[in-house]
């Protein structure tokens, strides 16, 4: 069982790392849609899965936000991708599912995940 | 929405909107009066009264992206679709004030679900706001208060991925399951 006392623990070793991480700028930031529309179309999962993959691949200069309705409510879940110097990425009808590769080839090896986004999924 | 920690996700936003300190959130279980009790509570601008009764029509919204509202009138027809009732209480400069009874056993009363996702969405999304989400029964309670966390951590952000694991196991180890 989780108790305070291993959180003072854990603040007590992150003590010691602090700093390490980069500031906001030059931050890669994965915004997802967490309006009444995005939750009812299933954007907490897709939110969890990007806090966790991240994570999991401790990618310090990576910023996982919300945001309220976009406007394009008949694509939701929908995540913005903004990487520095480039154009931002619009994917839509998300699941968690593709998070994964969004993260490996998109946000770490640089390649847009084409078939994810707004361009080939909008009629 | 699929389980009422969604609802209670969306409406919370409308407190975090509302530029509040502290949101608190209760679900109340009382197997006796056969209810089931959601309570989101902020020190957020708060509304007119008439912008309060406004609020739950689906045709009113003060954002300008779309011309529907659907968040308070989605949790409204989900209480009130179980035999229970639904209320805001708003003062302006004072903070807004949701309640939703359920019908606890309901066939139509939708499972509470994934309330520990829905906590660390509003940690993570929103860290300099204060979350206090109590879960009770009878026989049983569970609070987290993130100004407790705060107060160990000091400078150690709340949303590091390591303090967001830390809560994420905090409350699923802790909270206790609902009872139907």
Same mark, same amino acid.
């Given at each position: 069982?989780?108790?305070?006392?291993?959180?003072?623990?854990?603040?007590?070793?992150?003590?010691?790392?602090?700093?390490?991480?980069?500031?906001?700028?030059?931050?890669?930031?994965i915004v997802v849609g967490m309006a009444t529309c995005g939750i009812a179309a299933g954007a907490r999962p897709v939110l969890t899965a990007f806090?966790?993959e991240?994570?999991?691949?401790?990618?310090?200069?990576?910023?996982?936000?919300q945001t309220?309705c976009i406007g394009i409510c008949q694509y939701e879940p929908v995540v913005e991708v903004?990487?520095?110097?480039?154009?931002k990425v619009t994917y839509v009808k998300m699941t968690a599912d593709k998070v994964a590769k969004i993260v490996?080839d998109h946000?770490?090896?640089?390649?847009v995940v084409t078939e994810y986004t707004i361009g080939a999924n909008a009629k | 929405m699929q389980?009422?920690?969604l609802?209670?996700?969306?409406?919370?936003?409308?407190?975090?909107?509302?530029?509040?300190?502290?949101?608190?959130?209760?679900?109340?279980?009382?197997?006796?009066?056969?209810?089931?009790?959601?309570?989101?509570?902020?020190?957020?601008?708060?509304?007119?009264?008439?912008?309060?009764?406004?609020?739950?029509?689906?045709?009113?919204?003060?954002?300008?992206?779309r011309?529907?509202?659907?968040?308070?009138?989605?949790?409204?027809?989900?209480?009130?679709?179980?035999?229970? *009732?639904?209320?805001?209480?708003?003062?302006?400069?004072?903070?807004?004030?949701?309640?939703?009874?359920?019908?606890?056993?309901?066939?139509?009363?939708?499972?509470?679900?994934?309330?520990?996702?829905?906590?660390?969405?509003?940690? *993570?999304?929103?860290?300099?706001?204060?979350?206090?989400?109590?879960?009770?029964?009878?026989?049983?309670?569970?609070?987290?208060?993130?100004?407790?966390?705060?107060?160990?951590?000091?400078?150690?952000?709340?949303?590091?991925?390591?303090?967001?694991?830390?809560?994420?196991?905090?409350?699923?180890?802790?909270?206790?399951?609902?009872?139907?």
């Open positions: 069982m989780k108790s305070l006392a291993e959180l003072q623990a854990l603040r007590d070793s992150m003590k010691n790392k602090m700093g390490i991480r980069s500031d906001e700028s030059g931050c890669t930031r806090t966790e991240v994570g999991k691949r401790n990618l310090t200069n990576v910023a996982v936000s309220g903004y990487v520095p110097g480039q154009e490996n946000i770490v090896n640089g390649n | 389980e009422l920690s609802n209670i996700l969306d409406i919370v936003q409308n407190s975090v909107k509302a530029k509040a300190s502290l949101i608190t959130i209760r679900v109340i279980e009382d197997i006796h009066a056969d209810t089931l009790t959601i309570t989101i509570a902020d020190n957020g601008c708060g509304m007119s009264e008439e912008t309060a009764k406004a609020a739950v029509d689906p045709f009113y919204t003060t954002r300008t992206t011309k529907v509202g659907l968040g308070l009138p989605f949790i409204k027809m989900a209480a009130e679709m179980t035999g229970g *009732s639904f209320s805001i209480q708003s003062a302006i400069g004072v903070g807004t004030t949701v309640t939703a009874v359920f019908g606890l056993r309901h066939i139509d009363r939708m499972p509470l679900g994934d309330m520990c996702s829905t906590m660390l969405t509003l940690v *993570s999304g929103s860290p300099q706001i204060d979350f206090v989400y109590t879960h009770l029964n009878a026989e049983q309670d569970f609070i987290m208060d993130t100004r407790q966390f705060k107060e160990i951590l000091g400078d150690v952000p709340l949303n590091a991925p390591e303090i967001l694991n830390f809560i994420k196991d905090y409350i699923s180890e802790n909270d206790f399951p609902f009872v139907v």
